[in-house]
């Protein structure tokens, strides 16, 4: 199944469509994919999705933002997260800072609610992936991990995590099977049908539930 998304602007300014331009044509095709996702779920429990794509450069992250942003102006609570503890860029759209966040959580250092920035935006809340670390796979594997995603499913409505493309190395892989669904964000133009397959295959044999595609144009 695709969840269709057309035209999304390529600057900065106008990154967050969805809150800047809320009646637009583009906000629409992210109301859709929260529609889309939504009806792809027969678990009316299911609350954490990860957003991710076969390579970088493909748009996963602003995705990701501006479908956090349409589910919270439908009054859904919401928490984004960035666990692509690599090269996050999340804490750059929103402007806010990023010198603590998700790994504080995972060693321990922080807890949950301390770490999370309640945005501007009415039922939005951003945890960035805060300082670099070492070991992205040793923390996003562990068992802190998973309670922190039980933890905030209880709280929130829907947590969306934006995770780093899922052919490049394992961390994707090893959140995806802790996630209700996953999203795959296809680039138009750019991925090829091979790494679009390969990605699919990838996340199948992690035993993800692949809910659909954004068609990134």
Do not use: W
């Not at 859709?32 to 493909?58: Q, V």
């Not at 939005?124 to 300082?131: A, F, N, Q, R, V």
């Amino acid at each position: 199944m695709v969840l269709n998304r057309k035209n999304v602007a390529s600057s900065k300014s106008r990154t967050l469509v969805a809150y800047s331009h809320p009646e637009s044509v583009l906000s629409e095709q992210y109301n859709m994919i929260h529609a889309n996702i939504k009806f792809a779920m027969n678990d009316k429990n299911s609350r954490t999705f990860l957003i991710t794509s076969p390579s970088n450069g493909e748009g996963k992250t602003t995705v990701a933002a501006n479908l956090a942003v349409s589910m919270a102006q439908q009054n859904e609570k919401v928490l984004l997260i960035d666990a692509n503890l690599r090269n996050p860029y999340l804490h750059s759209i929103f402007n806010i800072s990023n010198s603590i966040g998700l790994t504080n959580v995972l060693t321990g250092s922080a807890l949950l609610e301390e770490v999370i920035y309640h945005t501007e935006i009415r039922r939005l809340d951003i945890l960035p992936s805060g300082l670099a670390t070492n070991n992205p796979v040793e923390l996003l594997g562990s068992k802190l991990m998973d309670e922190l995603l039980n933890n905030a499913s209880q709280r929130y409505d829907v947590v969306l995590i934006d995770s780093h493309s899922v052919l490049e190395i394992i961390d994707t892989k090893l959140l995806a099977n802790h996630c209700d669904g996953v999203v795959l964000v296809i680039k138009k133009g750019k991925t090829n049908s091979g790494k679009a397959k390969d990605a699919k295959k990838v996340l199948e044999f992690a035993k993800a539930k692949i809910v659909g595609a954004v068609l990134n144009g």
